[in-house]
């Protein structure tokens, strides 16, 4: 299974961007997308069940960005909205090969760049 990250960009603060992740397969069951701005730690965004149900939040983004999923498509997305200059980042979307696994497939980044 392969995932491929798309939608990054450079946009100015208060602006909205929509970042996609399509898998080669339906075989992906929780998904999410993790960050990593330069110099620091990869951190979880948000994270989405198999059926969409459920969804959370790091308090960083909570209010501004949404996660869901289109499984029709195998396609997860970060709707991200009133972006913020510390939203700079690399956007990683990864997913779990099994119900109860860790994200074990990742897609290749797609940076986002906000400017102030």
């Known amino acids: 299974v392969q995932l491929q990250a798309s939608g990054g960009g450079l946009v100015q603060a208060g602006d909205s961007l929509r970042l996609s992740c399509a898998a080669s397969t339906a075989s992906v069951y929780g998904m999410a997308w993790f960050r990593q701005a330069p110099g620091k730690d990869r951190q979880s965004v948000a994270t989405i069940t198999w059926s969409g149900s459920a969804s959370v939040y790091s308090d960083s983004v909570k209010g501004r960005f949404t996660i869901y999923r289109d499984n029709a498509k195998n396609t997860m997305y970060l709707q991200m909205n009133n972006l913020k200059p510390e939203d700079t980042a690399v956007y990683y979307c990864?997913?779990?090969?099994?119900?109860?696994?860790?994200?074990?497939?990742w897609g290749r980044g797609t940076l986002v760049t906000v400017s102030s």
């Open positions: 990864a997913g779990q090969s099994t119900l109860y696994s860790d994200y074990n497939i």
